[in-house]
């Protein structure tokens, strides 16, 4: 997840300096950078492929690994000249500081994965897909007695002995265009309104519920007639446009 | 102290999403903070023990119940916990250097490491880990970079100061070079 160019194995010039001076197994304030100038040097020519950004922060300590290389090479070394060098002997002491705290950092994140708490509770439906059930609990209650009733009703049913579990096979007896007709009469009949049950036959005809249905978003649809419902999930009343009107 | 006013803190607490800073707990179960603290502190004492399973955990004053880290090993197999994100080591390396200098700046950090920090700095604050704590009274107003609570609690520490002191890295070195 985390991004950051490498070239090559080496996070940047001081760690690719720093690993050099590891590699050598010498004490930072014992090393003389000019001794691996070279080595600094062979490793950036390897290195293929890199963006400019990153090829200039790499030539930055090249150049100051350079310049104290040619400063011992010439003669007349004074003290200010070995400032350069200590400076650079200071910021790799400093990022060896950092890099060994980095490790400790990431024991202690280990172990603190090893500790656990209870999740935030989670909202079981999220957001704009929430359900606003607006009724009472004793209608809420209702409405679960008349689903066990339901159920039980199937259940007795089934215990019937003459009750086969095999699906009858029925001529294709219903089309939406044969009930719209059925409806909009019984509809007209009853000024008042009728039920969504009561326009079924056999309200356990899963096949009949869902003709009766698409044939009634078709008479919506044609204008003929128009649904109430109080609350979501009551009943739906079915009335005669004209009715309305 | 009484009983109830411990039962009350406890409950505070244990029902909390997000560790709770003492002043909300004080608030919440209607003790002066002194008082709450001496429950925080009875309950800590009780949680140390042996027989609980469950800490009374501090992040810089606030305070959440976590399992011992001594029961992991089993309760790792039953409840699969997603760490959240897992840090490059240059994440960590600049995470440490905020940690110790903080406030410190972009640039400060760029010195030490040798390499930009503009994308590694993007990530620990997405991760909540960093935050800006205001700007440097310096040429350009430079970003000033600190850790967050969040830090503390995903590494386990309680205040800043029980960070490792800084010249541990330094007598480990023989530990750690191989690490590399």
């Known amino acids: 997840m985390e991004y950051e160019i490498q070239a090559g194995d080496f996070q940047g010039p001081l760690d690719l300096l720093y690993k050099l001076v590891k590699k050598n197994q010498i004490e930072i304030s014992e090393i ?214 | 102290m009484e009983e109830i006013d411990l039962a009350r803190v406890e409950a505070f607490i244990f029902a909390a999403e997000e560790p709770m800073p003492i002043k909300v707990i004080s608030n919440a179960v209607d003790l002066n903070k002194r008082e709450c603290r001496k429950c925080i502190d009875k309950l800590r004492k009780k949680y140390s023990k042996k027989e609980h399973g469950i800490i009374l955990k501090e992040y810089d004053d606030k305070y959440i119940f976590k399992t011992k880290s001594q029961m992991a090993s089993f309760i790792s197999k039953y409840y699969e916990k997603e760490r959240e994100f897992k840090l490059s080591s240059a994440a960590l390396e600049t995470l440490s250097i905020i940690a110790y200098k903080q406030p410190v700046t972009r640039s400060e950090i760029e010195e030490i490491r040798g390499v930009k920090a503009e994308k590694t700095l993007f990530t620990l604050s997405k991760y909540n880990l960093i935050k800006e704590l205001g700007r440097k009274d310096s040429i350009g107003n430079p970003i000033l970079y600190g850790t967050t609570d969040e830090f503390l609690e995903h590494f386990d520490i309680t205040d800043l100061s029980e960070l490792p002191p800084l010249e541990d890295g330094k007598n480990n070195k023989d530990k750690y070079s191989d690490n590399n």
Do not use: C, W
């Open chain 1, 32 to 245: 003389s950078l000019a001794k691996i100038t070279e080595e600094y040097l062979y490793h950036i020519k390897k290195l293929n492929k890199f963006n400019l950004d990153q090829a200039s922060e790499f030539m930055v300590l090249a150049s100051e690994l350079l310049e104290i290389k040619a400063r011992l090479l010439l003669p007349n070394q004074n003290e200010e000249d070995d400032e350069d060098e200590s400076d650079l002997v200071q910021r790799l002491e400093e990022y060896e500081l950092f890099k060994n705290i980095a490790v400790e950092l990431e024991l202690y994140l280990d172990k603190a994965a090893r500790t656990y708490r209870i999740p935030p509770e989670k909202e079981l439906i999220k957001g704009e897909g929430k359900l606003n059930i607006d009724i009472s609990l004793k209608e809420f209650k209702n409405l679960y007695q008349i689903a066990l009733k339901a159920n039980k009703e199937d259940n007795e049913e089934k215990e019937d002995p003459h009750y086969s579990e095999m699906d009858h096979i029925n001529s294709d007896r219903l089309d939406v265009e044969e009930k719209r007709d059925d409806i909009n009469k019984i509809v007209k009949r009853h000024p008042e309104g009728v039920r969504f049950k009561d326009l079924l036959y056999n309200k356990d005809d899963i096949l009949e519920i869902v003709v009766t249905l698409l044939s009634l978003l078709e008479l919506v649809r044609l204008r003929k007639v128009e649904i109430y419902q109080d609350k979501l999930f009551s009943e739906m009343k079915i009335i005669d446009r004209k009715q309305v009107v």
